[in-house]
C-alpha cells in the first residue's frame, strides 16, 4: 500500500512512532472516499470495534495532513474536513454554511491563474487552499420559500 509506504517513512524521519492505532487510522481514513469530519471517523472506528482515543485521531489526521495524505478543509475555524489525496486530482470546494454540504468543482482556470502567480511573482507553490462559501441551492429555495 503506498500510502502506508510514505506513512512509515514520514515518521521515520521525524522520530514518531508507527503505532498500531495510527496504522488502523490510516487504513480506515483511506476507505472514505468522501470528505468527513474526525468526529465521524472516530465513531466509525468504533463501531468496527477498534480502540482508538479521539485525541490519537486528531493527532494521526494531523501527521496525515502534514505528509499529503490527508487534505484538510476549513470550515468555519472550528470545524474542519478531511479527504484522501490518493488518486485524486486537484479541486475546489463551495461550502454551505447553512447545511454543511460539500460541492466540488473543477476548473481549468484556476489552475492557469496560479500558473500566471508562479510565473508572475517567481513563486513555488506547495499548497494552496481555494474555498467558497455560502448558501447551497436547496438552502437558498428554503430561504426565499419563509
Ligand atoms: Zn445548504
Ligand atoms: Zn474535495
Known sequence: ME???IFVDYLKQN????????????QEVMKLDKHFEAEVLFEHI?????KVSRASIYRT???????DLVNRINFDNTCFYYETTMNKSSHDHFI???CGKI??????EIEKIHKNIT???????????HQIY?????CKQKKSLK
Open 3 to 5: 500510502a502506508q509506504k
Open 15 to 26: 522520530d514518531l512512532k508507527n503505532t498500531p492505532e495510527r496504522m488502523v487510522i490510516l
Open 46 to 50: 468504533k463501531s468496527i470495534n477498534i
Open 61 to 67: 489526521l494531523d501527521l496525515l495532513v502534514q505528509c
Open 96 to 98: 454551505c454554511t447553512e
Open 103 to 108: 460541492i466540488e468543482f473543477y476548473y481549468s
Open 119 to 129: 510565473d508572475k511573482f517567481e513563486l513555488d507553490i506547495s499548497e494552496y487552499s
Open 134 to 138: 455560502g448558501k447551497c441551492k436547496d
